[in-house]
């Protein structure tokens, strides 16, 4: 099992920055895939980014591509999301999942992992 602890949600203005964070415990080694996923009222769960464990390759929705920037710490087991030139359409719960399967993918039901969300806020 892989627990997922985030962190860092808040309010910011339109044009703010925020930086959350994702630590992971319990049998990390497991974990290859990791992503940040978002999930605003009435509306599906949708993926923002993804990093391969190993390669630090990374993609993103392109919604947010150019704003937003994810990466890892093998050191801290952790992932983190810069989150540059908010707007007010990136609110969102925001969750952190990891896949054991090398599997890169955007479906949430590829993820085995979840954290339990952090509150992402932009006001105009």
């Known amino acids: 099992q892989v627990q997922l602890v985030e962190s860092g949600g808040g309010r910011v203005q339109a044009g703010g920055s925020l930086k959350l964070s994702c630590t992971a415990s319990?049998?990390?080694?497991?974990?290859?895939?990791m992503a940040w996923f978002r999930q605003a009222p009435g509306k599906e769960r949708e993926f923002a980014a993804i990093?391969?464990?190993?390669?630090?390759?990374?993609y993103y929705h392109s919604s947010v591509k150019g704003r937003f920037t994810i990466s890892r710490d093998n050191v801290k087991n952790t992932v983190y999301l810069q989150m540059n030139t908010l707007k007010p359409e990136d609110t969102a719960v925001y969750y952190c999942?990891?896949?054991?399967?090398?599997?890169?993918?955007?479906?949430?039901?590829?993820?085995?992992?979840w954290g339990q969300g952090t509150q992402v806020t932009v006001s105009s």
């Open positions: 990093i391969v464990w190993s390669s630090r390759l990374t």
């Open positions: 999942a990891a896949n054991n399967r090398s599997t890169v993918s955007g479906r949430p039901t590829d993820y085995h992992y």
């Open positions: 319990g049998r990390v080694s497991s974990t290859s895939v």
